[in-house]
C-alpha cells in the first residue's frame, strides 16, 4: 500500500491541501457487530491491504460511517496515511478537494449519495478511484443504497462501484443495541446494567444515534446526582425532563 508514513498526516512529503480527519473515538472496540460480522473482518484486512476496494451499503445507523472512520485508525495505525471524506459536507465545495488524494494510503469516501447528480463530483470520484488503483492504495465508499439505485449520472462511475467488493449492512437488533449502550457506557466509565438498557428501548427511540445521544445527558445526571443507572434513576431523570424522550 501507498502512503506508509510515521507521525503526521503528510504524503509522500506534502502535505494534503484540506484536513480530513475522522473521529479517533470511532473505533471497532465500539462497534458490535451483530449480523455484521463479515463487514467488520473484511474492513480489518482491508485497512492494511494494497487495493481491494470496499463499497459499504444500507440503511441510516447501521454503521457506516463508523466502520469508515475505524478502518481509517487502524490504517493510521500501522503506519499509513488515511483521509475520510464524508461527502454530504463536502459536496457543496468544489470537487477538487478529491485531487491529491492518490498519494494517501487509504481514502474513506462516505456518503455517495450526496454526489450523485452532481457531473462535476462524479468525475472527481471516478478519477479518484483510477488514480489511487494506480498508486497502489485502497478505496472505501459507503452509501445508502448500491450502485444501481444511487441515481448516477457517470456510467463510468456506476462500473466501477458495480466491480468492488459490496457488503451490505444490516440495522442492530435490540441485543446489538443494547450491547452498543453498555459499550458506550463503559467508555463513558459507567455500568449500565441490562434491565436499564433493556428499559431504554423500550422507552426510547431504537435510533442508535438518539440512544446514545440520551445516555451522553445520563451521564450527566448520573454524575451531577451522584446515583447510579437503576431503571428506577433512570425513569427519574426522564420523566423531570432532564433527559429527551422520543
Not at 481509517?72 to 465545495?93: D, H, K, Q
Not at 448500491?146 to 468492488?164: C, K, N, T, Y
Not at 445527558?217 to 433527559?243: K, N
Request: neutral net charge; glycine residues 10%; contains cysteine.
Amino acid at each position: 500500500m501507498s502512503g506508509r508514513v510515521t507521525g503526521a498526516p503528510a504524503a509522500h512529503g506534502r502535505q494534503l491541501a484540506l484536513d480530513f480527519r475522522w473521529d479517533a473515538g470511532a473505533d471497532l472496540d465500539l462497534y458490535v457487530p451483530g449480523r455484521n460480522a463479515a463487514a467488520v473482518v473484511a474492513l480489518r484486512a482491508a485497512a492494511r491491504a494494497a487495493w481491494d476496494p470496499i463499497h459499504l451499503t444500507g440503511p441510516v445507523a447501521t454503521g457506516k460511517s463508523h466502520l469508515l472512520q475505524a478502518a481509517c485508525g487502524i490504517a493510521s495505525a500501522g503506519g499509513y496515511t488515511a483521509v475520510y471524506v464524508p461527502l454530504a459536507e463536502r459536496a457543496e465545495g468544489p470537487p477538487e478537494q478529491l485531487e491529491g488524494l492518490e498519494r494517501v494510503g487509504v481514502v474513506a469516501l462516505d456518503g455517495l449519495e450526496a454526489i450523485a447528480g452532481r457531473p462535476a463530483w462524479e468525475e472527481a470520484v471516478f478519477h479518484c478511484h483510477n488514480r489511487l488503483r494506480d498508486a497502489g492504495g485502497q478505496l472505501l465508499v459507503a452509501s445508502r443504497a448500491g450502485p444501481a439505485e444511487l441515481g448516477l449520472a457517470l456510467p463510468d462511475l456506476a462500473s466501477r462501484l458495480q466491480a468492488m467488493l459490496r457488503l451490505r449492512l444490516q440495522p442492530p437488533d435490540d441485543d446489538t443495541r443494547a450491547a452498543v449502550l453498555q459499550r458506550h457506557a463503559a467508555r463513558l466509565g459507567l455500568e449500565l446494567p441490562a434491565a436499564t438498557a433493556r428499559y431504554l428501548l423500550t422507552r426510547q427511540s431504537r435510533d442508535l444515534h438518539h440512544l446514545l445521544a440520551v445516555l451522553d445527558r445520563l451521564d450527566a445526571a448520573s454524575l451531577a446526582a451522584g446515583r447510579r443507572l437503576t431503571v428506577p434513576f433512570v425513569r427519574e431523570a426522564l420523566g423531570a425532563g432532564s433527559v429527551p424522550g422520543q
